[in-house]
């Protein structure tokens, strides 16, 4: 059958097309309607017609495999992001709205209520800057994001409610359709199950031709012998599903724990015949040029999901991240989280390098309760040192200082290499310092650590201790330690705490310059040392706007104060 | 409205799709906003789009007949 005409909804497309086309008050348009109903063909159809118009087009969709990665939705434009996380969201705002001669970029996000948090956000500041026009589809009585539901709620989107075609439309479409007139018999026994849901009405016109149960009799369809059909769009999906074939199944459940999934793991995963079989079923879809696999409708994959033990999606799962996981893989890299995330609940053997390389990752992308799920995974099966100082990290980030005092007290307490033990120093008394607020005890930690260190360890130890003097109000002391250390000894994370502690001493002194020029220093150092990044810009802005307000350089003050609001703004969560 | 067009009207409120036939005798019987929301199960934040498609698609079904 031929892909079925869109019926019935030339005053929705007119909806849209209004708000693309006016300078109003909407920065696009939710669609929300009923599992079927149509929101996902809607949108195809008004992005095919803005891409006619000249409008630069761009697909999102959300997916629940890919819902627990985070930038997962956006992965197109998120691949190799590296850096200062402060600026991923920035990138990847800029890069999804790069468009050829200036033209106006439409960004069509399906399924929104299954974007994972960073996915949203991105959307989110998508349309509060107005930096594209949005259509975005959501399931009605699902739960979505807030980022997702304050979009319409606060009268950014304008929200269309779809609604199932009336009973002229759903005989016009069937009609249509199956290109011949549908006896009144039939069309009445459709409609009174479908009540107007396409996509139940295409399961089940598909289903009973196939059956032979709907067939053309003197030049009309009618529809013969026992009336055996689901009640229900979900019951009549699992039934048509079903009777897929075994080997058609296995390519559904393989997309379905792993969507979008790449064609090459795909075609490395399963039978070329059953792949194709699937597509032609609609079961699933491959989009080009990205060549990654798609489910159909997510009906299908919630059917299936539901139905698969958990030790078929574990076998699932092992075999997909071991296929993304082979070296002479032809989907290139794979995105370490996804790996990490797809592997950790699989039934392959533990792999300490995996995770932590996803809890790296996902940590660069600002996702600090993942990075710290897998970075405890990691740690769990004997991984080194580095799963350890980034566990420490996550832990202090979450506010969950105690725990990680324990952790990273029992970290220092060992003979760890350098740069490994005097990052664990500074970490832990960092996290006495902010998350658990006891200043004493973070001065006791770098004087035991300065008690039995020497040389260049010593220099790195006594950064803290000049951050430490500064927060405490004793610049001079501060600056004095300042001083005495020697920067060649210095790696990253040392080198910005003492940027650090000159930016608050020489502010506190009244040198709002020499502060400045300290802040902008740590600025820099942040940006090339994306761990530290994460919490130690926030930090500085604050002392970086106290020096130059004090000094009396409001402008400037000003200047910092609107780069800390806009690189807040690229950044989830409360910062 | 003479007769016809009174038939015609109701003809083509019946044609309309269940929500927006609903939706438009509702608001015609003078029933509050929150009311026509909660019998058509959508949020507050739609109806006023909900109406508009429901009004084109009345126009649309009248110019049939």
Redesign the interface.
Known sequence: MQAWPLT?R???L??IADVLCADGPYAGVVI?GSAGVGKTRLAREAMALAAERGWAVRWVAGTVAAQSVPLGACAQWADRLEGNPLQLVGSVIAKVTASPNGAPVLVVVDDARLLDNLSAFVLQQLVLRRAATVIATIR?GAPAPDAVTAL??D?HL????L???????SDALLQSALARPVNSACAERIWRLTR?NVLFLHQLVTQEMHAGRLVSRDGNWQWVGTMEVSQSLVDLVDLRIGETPEPVLEVIDLVAVAEPLELAHLTALADASAIEDAERRGLITVSMPTSVARLGHPLYGEVRLAQAGHLRLERLRGRIARTMAAPDRAAGAPDPVRLGLLWLESDLSPDHDVFTQAAQAAFRRLDVDLAQRLAAAAMAVGAGVDAELLCGNTLMSLSRGAEGEELLKSLTARALPEPAWSTAVHLRADNLLWPLGQPEQSRKVIDDALASASGPVSHRLLAFRAVQLAVEARPAEALEVCESINRTALFALPALKLACAHAIAFGDLGQPLRAAASAEQAVRLAEASPEAAFFQSIILIVYYTEALTLGGYLAEAVTVADRADQQCADVPGTA | MAHDDVDDYEAALRGLPEAHSLALRLRSAGVADEVVCDYLHIEPEGLDTLLRVAEEKLDAELHKR
Do not use: M, N
Request: proline share 4%.
């Open positions: 019935g030339a005053e929705e007119e909806v929300a009605t319409w709620k009268g304008r929200r269309l409610d609604q199932p075609l009336s009973r002229g439309e107007g």
